[in-house]
Structure formats: structure tokens, C-alpha cells
């Protein structure tokens, strides 16, 4: 392996390695025939055993390639023409698909008003509670991301207000929960506790960011989305041929609680970067880490020198804010390395003459 494909970063947990027992999982189904696009019976059994550790036995598993696709095809079975997804300032949806959920969803989004990456109580109530007016969009939708962008996530008692207030007013609820392992153990519950508190009627529940390969999974809680989604997620190019290789990867997150093992690590080095680089003069870490991210403002010459050694995002190009990130295979060596960088680049900025 080149220097360059060994090189370490806090880009993106998407960035990390597979998890090995991720890779054995697949190894293993990888004997014999079986029928494609889910109707074989490994599939289907791994698809009831996630409902079983969601505390959800009852509900259908659909899985996919990808979290667009999982967020998408979301609201094209909940939405009807004329109703609109509500999703925070900060939501995947809005900010990072492309235009996706208006282009193949054809789905409005309204944005709430959002504190720190959550939307707020009182910003939803202004947007589910207008007038029933024919010449606008009906709220159809209240989409949560858990954990959400900015490494936030939102507590039990915020999800069942939120989930009451959207189903009170006829709106469903949905998770993205690309990294919803991430949120289930920083708050210290099972996922099946979280699931519950969160009042979902649909859940994208990820993978990739947690060790997989690839690959997602829809959760639909309310029966009555059921019908026509083997068409829609077909139809949303997200039906994979050989779909017992995705359904490996979450057998092997399921077993032994490797999901939590991943995500408890993920979120111990993002506190441990923030408590290490929280003494440095010359950085500012903007917020506390409540899963696996850190965002921090330092000086432009620093993280210049910085990236240029490890890889990462500037969040915020005004302020300079950036994202690091922690993955399920961050040791403490990288962050005790990364620590070290930091303070070097962030002194030599503040050097005469520098």
C-alpha cells in the first residue's frame, strides 16, 4: 500500500476503513447461489433481525445502497404531490443531496428554525400550524436528523415533543439516522429505546458510517407505507442484484453489539480530540461533542498547514470553522498525533514573522 492511500484523516467517518468482521461477514455469504434483490432467506432473516433490535419486530426492512437514497425514497413513500418535507437548517436533505429530494422526490422542503443543527419546538408549531390554504404546501413531513450535522443530537424528551406536535397536526416523522448508533450511545440507549422515543414512522437507519461498506436500511413503521415500497425503492435505482452482500454487512454490525462497539469508539475519540485541543491557544472548539465530530475555528494559516498533512473539512468558509471527524477505526495515536499538529500549526501561525 503507497504512503498516500495509508494516509489518516478526521475528514469523515465515510472516509474510514470497513470493519473487518464487516468484511469476513461478506466473505462468508459469498458461497452457492441465491435468488437476487432480497428474496433470498439470509436477507430476509437479517431484515427481521434489525426490526427485532430496532424493538420494532412488526416493521419492514428495505435495504439500500446509499443515505440520499434512504432519505429519498423516505419521502417519496410518505409525501403526496402536494405536501412538503419540514427539516432543519442544517439536514443532509437540504444541504448536501443535490437538489435530490426536489429532483427525484419532487418533494418542497420547508426549513425550520434550528439551534444548533436541531429544529426547534416552537419553529416546527409556525410551520405545521398555517392556515389550510390550496395555494401553498401542505406539511406532510417532519424529518430529524439523529445525530445530527453539527454533532448534536437531540434528547428523548425533544424527540417525543417533536414527534407529538408533527402527528397531532397529521404529519409523519422520520429519522435520518445515518449516524443514529452514534446518537443511541452517546445518550447511553439501546436502539430499540431510541427508536422508541423518537416516534418514527420511518427510520434511515446507516451503515456506512459505522463500518460498513456499504449500505443502508429503510425502516417503515407505519404499515400503512408499506404497500408499493419494493417499487419505489426500486424505482429510486436503490434495489441492489446481489442483495444478500449488503444484508451480511448489518449481520455483522448486529452481532455481538458491534454497532455500539463502533459507535462508542467513534464518539471516546471525538472527546478526547476536543479535550486535547480544548488547551490550545489559538483554537476555538465552537461546540462540545455529543457524538463523534468536533468543529473548531483556528487560525487560516494553520489549518492550511494542517490539511495539508490530514485530511478535513472547512465547514464554514466565513468563519473558518472546520469538522473533525471521528470514525470507528480512529485510535488514539491519530488523535494524539493530530493533537500535536494542531499545536505546531496554530504556534508557527503565530509566530513573527509567520
Given at each position: 500500500?503507497?504512503?498516500?492511500?495509508?494516509?489518516?484523516?478526521?475528514?469523515?467517518?465515510?472516509?474510514?476503513?470497513?470493519?473487518?468482521?464487516?468484511?469476513?461477514?461478506?466473505?462468508?455469504?459469498?458461497?452457492?447461489?441465491?435468488?437476487?434483490?432480497?428474496?433470498?432467506?439470509?436477507?430476509?432473516?437479517?431484515?427481521?433481525?434489525?426490526?427485532?433490535?430496532?424493538?420494532?419486530?412488526?416493521?419492514?426492512?428495505?435495504?439500500?445502497?446509499?443515505?440520499?437514497?434512504?432519505?429519498?425514497?423516505?419521502?417519496?413513500?410518505?409525501?403526496?404531490?402536494?405536501?412538503?418535507?419540514?427539516?432543519?437548517?442544517?439536514?443532509?436533505?437540504?444541504?448536501?443531496?443535490?437538489?435530490?429530494?426536489?429532483?427525484?422526490?419532487?418533494?418542497?422542503?420547508?426549513?425550520?428554525?434550528?439551534?444548533?443543527?436541531?429544529?426547534?419546538?416552537?419553529?416546527?408549531?409556525?410551520?405545521?400550524?398555517?392556515?389550510?390554504?390550496?395555494?401553498?404546501?401542505?406539511?406532510?413531513?417532519?424529518?430529524?436528523?439523529?445525530?445530527?450535522?453539527?454533532?448534536?443530537?437531540?434528547?428523548?424528551?425533544?424527540?417525543?415533543?417533536?414527534?407529538?406536535?408533527?402527528?397531532?397536526?397529521?404529519?409523519?416523522?422520520?429519522?435520518?439516522?445515518?449516524?443514529?448508533?452514534?446518537?443511541?450511545?452517546?445518550?447511553?440507549?439501546?436502539?430499540?429505546?431510541?427508536?422508541?422515543?423518537?416516534?418514527?414512522?420511518?427510520?434511515?437507519?446507516?451503515?456506512?458510517?459505522?463500518?460498513?461498506?456499504?449500505?443502508?436500511?429503510?425502516?417503515?413503521?407505519?404499515?400503512?407505507?408499506?404497500?408499493?415500497?419494493?417499487?419505489?425503492?426500486?424505482?429510486?435505482?436503490?434495489?441492489?442484484?446481489?442483495?444478500?452482500?449488503?444484508?451480511?454487512?448489518?449481520?455483522?454490525?448486529?452481532?455481538?453489539?458491534?454497532?455500539?462497539?463502533?459507535?462508542?469508539?467513534?464518539?471516546?475519540m471525538a472527546r478526547r480530540l476536543h479535550e486535547a485541543v480544548s488547551g490550545i491557544d489559538g483554537v476555538a472548539v465552537t461546540r462540545p461533542p455529543a457524538a463523534n465530530?468536533?468543529?473548531?475555528?483556528?487560525?487560516?494559516?494553520?489549518?492550511?498547514?494542517?490539511?495539508?498533512?490530514?485530511?478535513?473539512?472547512?465547514?464554514?468558509?466565513?468563519?473558518?470553522?472546520?469538522?473533525?471527524?471521528?470514525?470507528?477505526?480512529?485510535?488514539?495515536?491519530?488523535?494524539?498525533?493530530?493533537?500535536?499538529?494542531?499545536?505546531?500549526?496554530?504556534?508557527?501561525?503565530?509566530?513573527?514573522?509567520?
Open positions: 500500500m503507497s504512503a498516500a492511500a495509508a494516509r489518516r484523516g478526521f475528514a469523515s467517518d465515510n472516509a474510514a476503513t470497513v470493519h473487518p468482521r464487516v468484511l469476513e461477514a461478506i466473505a462468508a455469504v459469498n458461497a452457492g447461489h441465491a435468488f437476487g434483490y432480497g428474496h433470498d432467506p439470509y436477507t430476509q432473516s437479517v431484515e427481521r433481525r434489525l426490526a427485532a433490535e430496532l424493538g420494532a419486530p412488526g416493521a419492514a426492512v428495505f435495504f439500500v445502497f446509499n443515505g440520499s437514497g434512504a432519505n429519498v425514497l423516505s419521502l417519496r413513500a410518505a409525501l403526496k404531490p402536494w405536501e412538503a418535507a419540514v427539516v432543519s437548517a442544517s439536514a443532509h436533505l437540504h444541504t448536501d443531496e443535490t437538489g435530490a429530494p426536489e429532483a427525484v422526490a419532487a418533494a418542497k422542503l420547508l426549513v425550520a428554525e434550528t439551534v444548533d443543527g436541531r429544529v426547534t419546538l416552537e419553529g416546527v408549531r409556525r410551520l405545521v400550524e398555517r392556515p389550510n390554504d390550496e395555494h401553498a404546501v401542505r406539511p406532510g413531513l417532519l424529518s430529524l436528523t439523529q445525530a445530527t450535522e453539527l454533532g448534536t443530537v437531540y434528547a428523548p424528551d425533544e424527540l417525543r415533543a417533536l414527534a407529538d406536535l408533527a402527528h397531532s397536526h397529521g404529519l409523519r416523522v422520520h429519522i435520518d439516522g445515518a449516524r443514529f448508533a452514534n446518537a443511541a450511545a452517546a445518550l447511553g440507549l439501546s436502539l430499540a429505546e431510541l427508536l422508541e422515543a423518537s416516534g418514527a414512522d420511518l427510520l434511515s437507519f446507516g451503515g456506512t458510517k459505522n463500518g460498513l461498506m456499504l449500505g443502508e436500511a429503510v425502516v417503515v413503521l407505519d404499515p400503512a407505507l408499506v404497500p408499493g415500497m419494493m417499487h419505489l425503492r426500486k424505482q429510486t435505482l436503490q434495489l441492489a442484484s446481489k442483495m444478500r452482500y449488503v444484508a451480511a454487512q448489518f449481520d455483522a454490525l448486529l452481532d455481538g453489539g458491534l454497532w455500539l462497539e463502533n459507535a462508542s469508539h467513534a464518539n471516546a465530530a468536533i468543529f473548531a475555528v483556528l487560525p487560516a494559516a494553520a489549518r492550511e498547514r494542517l490539511q495539508r498533512e490530514f485530511d478535513f473539512y472547512v465547514w464554514d468558509d466565513a468563519t473558518g470553522e472546520v469538522r473533525w471527524m471521528c470514525s470507528w477505526d480512529t485510535t488514539e495515536s491519530d488523535v494524539d498525533a493530530f493533537t500535536r499538529a494542531v499545536r505546531d500549526a496554530v504556534a508557527s501561525a503565530a509566530a513573527p514573522g509567520s
